[in-house]
């Protein structure tokens, strides 16, 4: 397990799960989608639990890659498979922890970095609906927690 600094268990479990997904699927590079599979892979995280009210499951969206980008044979990633995207978003959420004088991201800080809305369009969703969402509760964290 790969240790991300600056990451609570939850973003390091999820994150990890991304990468993965990722290798599983046979990707070469782990990108913001993986990302979003990987905040869905825990439940009991704010952005999984945020994701799943909003009717998103790690499944469909698995199914959605394998229809869009494919998949091959399983291949071993790590931090630098990275896409540029998927690094700002780490690095935004990283930032904006600092600003807020939080000593760790979150998983919800990672979706309200990740604004995954390209992804839900393909599933016919409101595209701010999971965007919005982390935006409602950011100062009422309380009221999302599982």
């Known amino acids: 397990m790969i240790e991300f600094s600056g990451f609570t268990e939850k973003a390091n479990s999820a994150l990890n799960s991304s990468i993965k997904t990722a290798s599983s699927l046979g990707h070469t590079y782990v990108g913001s989608e993986h990302i979003l599979c990987g905040l869905l892979s825990d439940e009991s995280g704010v952005a999984g639990h945020i994701l799943q009210k909003q009717g998103i499951n790690r499944e469909g969206v698995i199914s959605k890659l394998r229809q869009s980008v494919g998949s091959g044979i399983p291949t071993n990633l790590g ?16 930032t904006e922890a600092r600003k807020e004088n939080s000593s760790f991201v979150g998983t919800k800080d990672i979706l309200y970095r990740g ?13 701010y609906a999971v965007y919005q969402t982390p935006l409602r509760f950011r100062r009422t964290y309380e009221q999302v927690r599982p």
């Open 115 to 127: 604004k995954p809305q390209r992804l839900l369009r393909r599933k016919k969703r409101r595209p």
């Open 79 to 94: 931090v630098s498979d990275f896409t540029p995207r998927s690094k700002r978003i780490l690095e935004k959420a990283l």
